[in-house]
């Protein structure tokens, strides 16, 4: 089967959904299949060389919008050469785009929404809900009312989505997500990260990798990291993730009122063996999110034995929860606050066992094989 893809960029910046659509690429490719990805990034910018299927740029894109006029015309002149069509995320040109050259060209599509139909956006952005709203009717409504069906990461997600938007009318599928296993040398890893930064070596390290973010908690974190470290001078909270919108400056002069900044380092954002040697020199990872559709660092941590601390609006907490692979509480500070004592009032064994249960988890639930295994299984039922 010839599959082409279609997402606004594959800068590594663009966090889950670029992340994971790479994974799944790979390992549908390694299936048998043809995968191809088409962006919106410039020709000339810096993308990956070693991904081993074929990368299209069609930017450089306009605005916040992500419009490039040479989408359009380069999808209806190459869309035959395909079997199906995999659109990534909403409320940008090139869903919209791919609906105005799919509605009649034979060809199949289907949509993974990545929590962008989230009902926590509206409440949370008014403002920008409402300017959603008047371009839902004539724009992203009829593109999932057209698809062949809307794609989601886990029923979390399926039953949020129904939420936000009136009229809604879609095939909606399950899918799962998820990631590779930790490629690489572990204790090489952790070696490297720790000799990036030596004042961590011997600490009970707290980790939160992923942007920074007010939707991710990284306020609700500190404070109740504060209230922890206060009588656990063991404890060292690493901060691991790109800035967004000047929100550091925000969380470094919190973390100063609270007189914790020397117990938090801040790393920026990690990639490669250090991203994996953070998360295996890490005791447990942390994220108290009021709002994540999937979690692919959530996953990771599993695949690296490491028990998970995350708020119930992580979308998969149900399958952490029930897999006993960390601990799930609201996504305030009370809730923040009991995942991080919990976990300190774990005992040696009772963490080990801990830690074997998230490495299960992750084989049994957010292997990418298994995701990919399943999403031609729906491709191939929803063709007929």
Not at 139 to 157: G, H, K, M, N, W
Not at 190 to 197: D, G, H, P, T
Not at 219 to 246: H, M, N, S
Not at 369 to 383: C, F, N, V, Y
Request: aromatic content about 10%.
């Amino acid at each position: 089967m010839r599959i082409l893809h279609i997402i606004p960029t594959l800068d590594p910046s663009g966090s889950g959904p670029v992340e994971g659509l790479k994974h799944l690429a790979a390992a549908t490719a390694s299936l048998g299949h043809e995968v191809a990805i088409a962006t919106l990034d410039a020709p000339d910018c810096d993308l990956p060389h070693d991904l081993g299927f074929s990368v299209h740029p069609l930017g450089p894109a306009r605005s916040r919008y992500w419009y490039t006029p040479r989408l359009l015309p380069w999808l209806r002149k190459e869309v035959g050469h395909f079997d199906v069509v995999i659109v990534e995320g909403l409320w940008q040109y090139h869903s919209f785009a791919a609906w105005l050259a799919l509605k009649r060209a034979g060809v199949p599509y289907f949509v993974f929404c990545h929590g962008m139909l989230s009902p926590w956006f509206k409440h949370r952005y008014p403002l920008k809900h409402l300017k959603k709203m008047l371009y839902w009717p004539w724009a992203e409504y009829r593109i999932l009312r057209d698809a062949r069906a809307v794609l989601f990461t886990s029923e979390e997600e399926r039953l949020l989505a129904r939420q936000s938007f009136r009229p809604y009318r879609c095939r909606e599928e399950v899918v799962g997500y998820g990631t590779i296993a930790p490629p690489g040398n572990a204790d090489l890893q952790r070696q490297a990260f720790l000799c990036r930064y030596p004042d961590l070596d011997n600490k009970r390290l707290a980790l939160y990798l992923g942007r920074l973010h007010p939707v991710k908690g990284c306020d609700l974190l500190i404070e109740a990291f504060a209230r922890a470290a206060a009588t656990r001078p063991d404890i060292q909270l690493v901060i691991a993730g790109p800035d967004q919108d000047g929100y550091l400056n925000e969380l470094a002069a919190l973390a100063s009122r609270l007189k914790i900044s020397e117990r938090i380092t801040w790393t920026g954002r990690l990639a490669a063996d250090l991203k994996w040697g953070a998360l295996h020199a890490a005791e447990v990872l942390i994220l108290p999110s009021h709002q994540e559709n999937f979690g692919v660092v959530v996953a990771e941590a599993l695949a690296c034995g490491k028990p998970v601390l995350i708020s119930d609006k992580v979308n998969i907490w149900r399958e952490v929860a029930d897999a006993g692979a960390g601990f799930v509480a609201n996504d305030d500070l009370a809730g923040t606050a009991d995942n991080i004592g919990a976990w300190l009032n774990l005992t040696t064994d009772e963490y080990s066992a801990m830690c074997r249960r998230a490495t299960a988890c992750f084989t049994a639930q957010f292997d990418i094989s298994r995701m990919a295994e399943r999403l031609i299984e729906i491709i191939r039922g929803q063709r007929l």
